[in-house]
C-alpha cells in the first residue's frame, strides 16, 4: 500500500514528540547522576584522609565531572527544548497547509499529492449550487483561474512549510557555542536556546503586526503555536516583549490584534484571539519573577507608557463617542491581562498601585483620567482598569493559584490599618466611569453597569482565600480557618459598606459577592447576631495570625446584611448560611441540657429575628411595589435550597417545590397544612420566623425522642417566639432608625 506524503510527515511529527521526550528523560537521569556524584564521590574526594599529588589532581577533576553532569543535563534538556520547538512549527504549517487543502476542497477542487488543483463540476454543484458549476462550465477560463489560485495558495504554504523546516533544521545543527572545560564536552548552553529562538521568530509577526502589516495565515498560526507551547517559558517571553519594545510595543501590538480580531478578516478571528492569549500568558511568564532586572525595567517603563494614549478602533467606533478617541496604555494593558492567567503576586499588586495613582487625587492623580466617551460596560476592553486589575486579581478572569492571596495582600488594611486600598475604594473613588453628556465642564459623568465587579470578585477572593463563586450563590461556607488577613478584609468590608439609616443603597454589583464573603463567617455572625442587643460599638479582628474571627459592631453588620438582602439571591445565601449554623449546633445537642438547650434555641431566635426584621424593612420600603416584593420572596424560596423531602401524594409542582426547600424537616401536620395554602401564603408562612422556630424546635425534640407535646418541648417553643419577637423588633429599630440611634 502507497504510503502518502501525509502519513509520512505525521510519522515524522510523531517521532519528534518521542524523542523530546527521550531527551528530557536523558536530562532527569543526568540530573540524578549529578545529584548522586556531588551526594557521595565528591565529599569522598575531598576530605582530609586522601592527600598529596594524586588527591589534588583528582580534586580537579572532579570538579570538572561535576560540572560535565550539569553541562550534560543542561544539553540533554535544551535539545527536548529544540525538538519541541521544532514540532509546535511543523505541526502549526501542517495543520495549515491541511486547512488550505480543506477550504479548497469546500470551492470544489480535488488537490492531488503534489499540490494542485482540479475543480470538479459536480463538487462545485453539491458545495455551492447548480447555478456555480453552470457559470464555470460556461466559463471555462474562469474554472482554470479558479483551479491555478487554489493551486497558488497552497504552493505557497508548501513553500512556507519549508522555509520553516529549514529554519528548524539550521537551529538543531548550529547550538550556540558552549564553554565546556573539556574538548567537544557537553554543552550546556544549548538550554534555553530554543526559547530565545522561538522568540526571535515569533517576534517578527507579532511586530509586523504592531506596524500595521498583515502576515499570512500560515506566520499567524505558527506564532500562535510557539507562544502556546513557551507560555511558561520567561526566556522566551522576555526575548519576545524586549523584541517588540517593551510595555509600550506589548500595548501597541495587543491593540492592532484586537483591531484585527473584531474589526478585520472574521476567518482568523480564533487565530488572532489565539496569538493576544500567548501575548498574555507570555506578560505573565515573563514578570513573573519580581526580582528580575527585566521586571524592573518592565515596571519603570510601564509607568510611562500606561498613562500614554493610544489607538484602538473599539473605542473610536463606539456608538455616539467622537472619532479619535483614543485610550490609555494602562486600559489597553488590563485588556491584555484579561486575556491570560498566571500572572505574579507582585506584579499585580505593583500595576493596581501604579493605576491608584493615576486616578487618586490625593496622591497627584486625575479622577476622571480614565473616563471615556460612551459606555463599555461588559465589554472585552477594561475601560475602568483598576477595577478590571482587581478582577483579574481575585481570579475572575482566570481562576489561577496564588491570586486569591493577591487580593488578600492588596486589600488588607493591616493590624495596624496602614493599607488605605479598601477604604479607597469603599468610599473615596469616583466610580463615574464614563461622560453621560458632553464631557465637558460640569459633566459628572455616569457609573457604567459592571461598575466595582472586579472589586467585588476581590473583597470575596480577600475574605475567603479563595477564588470567587460569582453569581452562583455558593460560597464556601465553614471550609477553612481565616488568616488575620481575610477576617480583615471582611471587617473593613462590613464597616465600608453598611449604610446609616436612610442610607446610600449599597452598589448592586457587590451583592452577592460580599454575601458570598460573609456566609463563610457565618459562626462568627451568629454570634454576634445572639449579641445583637449589645450596645457595644467594638468593631475588631480577634484571634491570632493564623485563626482569626471577625467582631463587628452589630448595628453595622445588620445593616449590611440590610443592604445586600435587595438582590433575593444574595439575602438567600447569607439566610441559609445562617440556618446551616443553626442546624449544625443542634446536631449534637444534649437535651438533657436544659441550660445549653435554652442557651441554643435563644442564639437561634435571635438569628432568626434579625432576617425576619430585615424582611420587613424591605416590605416597607417597597410599600408601593407589592408585586416586587412578592417577586422577591418568590425567589428566596426558589434558591434556599435544602435537602428535598418525600413527595407528597397530591400536590402540585409548585407546592412541592415550596416544601422541598426546607432544611429541616416539618412535622407531618405542618406540611399538610403549607401545601393546602395558595402559593403566596405558602410562601409567606415558610419564610415566617415563627414557622421556622417551631419547625426547629419539634423537629429537632422528635429527633431526640421527645414526644409532642412534651412540656419541655412546648416550654422551649414558647421562649424561643418569644426571643424572635424581641429581636425581630430590636433589629428593625437598628434598621428604621427608632431605637435612639
Not at 104 to 115: I, R, T
Not at 510 to 520: F, G, I, S, T, Y
Request: charged share 30%; glycine share 8%.
Amino acid at each position: 500500500m502507497a504510503v502518502s506524503y501525509e502519513d509520512i510527515l505525521n510519522a515524522n511529527l510523531k517521532s519528534l514528540k518521542k524523542a523530546a521526550q527521550a531527551w528530557r528523560d536523558m536530562g532527569d537521569r543526568f540530573g540524578t547522576l549529578h545529584e548522586a556524584y556531588r551526594s557521595n564521590v565528591k565529599p569522598a574526594v575531598d576530605s582530609d584522609s586522601w592527600r598529596g599529588d594524586a588527591s589534588n589532581a583528582y580534586k580537579a577533576w572532579s570538579k570538572v565531572t561535576l560540572g560535565q553532569y550539569t553541562d550534560a543535563q543542561k544539553e540533554a534538556k535544551g535539545v527536548a527544548e529544540l525538538l519541541d520547538f521544532a514540532y509546535s512549527v511543523l505541526n502549526a504549517h501542517k495543520e495549515g497547509i491541511e486547512k488550505q487543502r480543506t477550504t479548497a476542497q469546500g470551492e470544489g477542487m480535488v488537490v492531488d499529492s503534489h499540490g494542485r488543483c482540479t475543480m470538479v463540476l459536480v463538487k462545485v454543484a453539491a458545495n455551492k449550487g447548480e447555478s456555480a458549476a453552470e457559470y464555470y462550465r460556461k466559463h471555462p477560463e474562469k474554472r482554470k483561474a479558479e483551479e491555478a489560485k487554489w493551486t497558488d495558495v497552497i504552493a505557497r504554504a508548501v513553500k512556507s512549510t519549508q522555509e520553516a523546516d529549514e529554519h528548524v533544521a539550521y537551529l538543531l545543527t548550529h547550538p550556540p557555542k558552549g564553554n565546556s572545560s573539556l574538548p567537544n564536552g557537553f554543552n550546556g548552553a544549548i538550554k534555553g536556546y530554543a526559547g530565545k529562538a522561538g522568540a526571535a521568530r515569533a517576534s517578527k509577526t507579532y511586530k509586523a503586526i504592531k506596524n500595521g502589516k498583515h502576515p499570512s495565515a500560515m506566520e499567524l498560526r505558527e506564532t500562535a503555536a510557539l507562544t502556546q507551547e513557551n507560555a511558561d517559558n520567561p526566556e522566551f517571553s522576555r526575548t519576545l516583549i524586549n523584541s517588540l519594545g517593551g510595555p509600550n510595543g506589548l500595548i501597541k501590538a495587543h491593540n492592532r490584534i484586537d483591531d484585527l480580531a473584531f474589526f478585520g478578516d472574521t476567518d482568523l478571528k480564533k487565530t488572532f484571539v489565539g496569538l493576544d492569549k500567548g501575548l498574555a500568558d507570555s506578560l505573565a511568564s515573563a514578570t513573573r519573577n519580581a526580582k528580575s532586572s527585566f521586571y524592573d525595567n518592565f515596571n519603570k517603563k510601564l509607568k510611562k507608557a500606561g498613562l500614554e494614549t493610544y489607538d484602538m478602533k473599539l473605542a473610536d467606533k463606539k456608538e455616539s463617542s467622537p472619532r479619535g478617541q483614543q485610550v490609555h496604555g494602562y486600559q489597553s494593558l488590563v485588556s491584555l491581562m484579561e486575556r491570560g492567567s498566571g500572572y505574579g503576586k507582585q506584579f499585580l499588586i505593583d500595576t493596581a498601585d501604579e493605576i491608584r495613582r493615576a486616578e487618586d487625587p490625593d496622591e497627584g492623580g486625575d479622577p476622571m483620567i480614565w473616563r471615556m466617551h460612551g459606555d463599555f460596560s461588559n465589554s472585552r476592553f477594561a475601560h475602568d482598569p483598576l477595577d478590571s486589575i482587581l478582577g483579574v486579581m481575585s481570579g475572575k478572569a482566570a481562576a489561577t493559584p496564588g491570586h486569591a492571596n493577591a487580593a488578600t495582600e492588596y486589600l488588607d488594611p493591616g493590624p495596624d490599618k496602614t493599607n488605605d486600598n479598601l477604604e479607597y475604594l469603599l468610599k473615596d473613588r469616583n466610580w463615574h466611569n464614563y461622560y453621560s453628556g458632553e464631557g465637558q465642564a460640569g459633566d459628572v459623568g455616569q457609573e457604567s453597569s459592571d461598575a466595582r465587579k472586579g472589586l467585588a470578585a476581590a473583597i470575596e477572593a480577600g475574605a475567603t482565600g479563595e477564588p470567587p463563586s460569582g453569581d452562583s450563590g455558593v460560597p464556601h461556607i465553614n471550609t477553612t480557618r481565616h488568616r488575620g488577613a481575610e477576617a480583615r478584609i471582611m471587617l473593613g468590608a462590613i464597616e465600608g459598606l453598611a449604610p446609616g439609616v436612610n442610607g446610600d443603597p449599597i452598589p448592586e454589583n457587590l451583592h452577592q459577592p460580599v454575601a458570598n464573603a460573609l456566609a463563610e463567617y457565618a459562626p462568627d455572625t451568629h454570634k454576634i447576631l445572639y449579641d445583637a442587643e449589645d450596645a457595644r460599638n467594638a468593631s475588631q479582628v480577634i484571634g491570632s495570625e493564623d485563626d482569626a474571627n471577625i467582631s463587628p459592631e452589630p448595628k453595622s453588620l445588620i445593616r449590611l446584611m440590610r443592604g445586600i438582602s435587595d438582590t433575593p439571591e444574595a439575602y438567600s445565601t447569607i439566610y441559609q448560611a445562617e440556618r446551616d449554623q443553626i442546624r449544625n449546633e443542634f446536631v449534637d445537642l444534649d437535651p438533657g441540657d436544659h441550660e445549653e438547650v435554652k442557651k441554643h434555641l435563644t442564639k437561634a431566635a435571635q438569628g432568626l429575628g434579625v432576617f425576619e426584621a430585615i424582611q420587613q424593612d424591605r416590605k416597607m420600603d417597597q410599600r408601593d411595589d407589592a408585586l416586587s416584593h412578592e417577586d422577591w420572596k418568590a425567589k428566596v424560596m426558589y434558591h434556599v435550597v435544602g435537602a428535598p423531602l418525600t413527595p407528597i401524594p397530591g400536590s402540585g409542582d409548585v407546592q412541592q417545590r415550596m416544601v422541598d426547600m426546607v432544611t429541616w424537616s416539618m412535622a407531618e401536620q405542618r406540611k399538610e397544612e403549607l401545601v393546602n395554602k395558595p402559593e403566596e401564603e405558602m410562601i409567606d408562612d415558610w419564610l415566617s420566623g415563627n414557622t421556622q422556630v417551631r419547625s426547629l424546635v419539634s423537629s429537632w425534640g422528635e429527633s431526640k425522642g421527645l414526644a409532642e407535646g412534651d412540656t419541655f418541648i412546648d416550654n422551649r417553643q414558647h421562649d424561643a417566639l418569644q426571643d424572635l419577637r424581641v429581636a425581630r423588633k430590636t433589629n428593625l429599630g437598628f434598621l428604621r432608625g427608632t431605637d435612639g440611634d
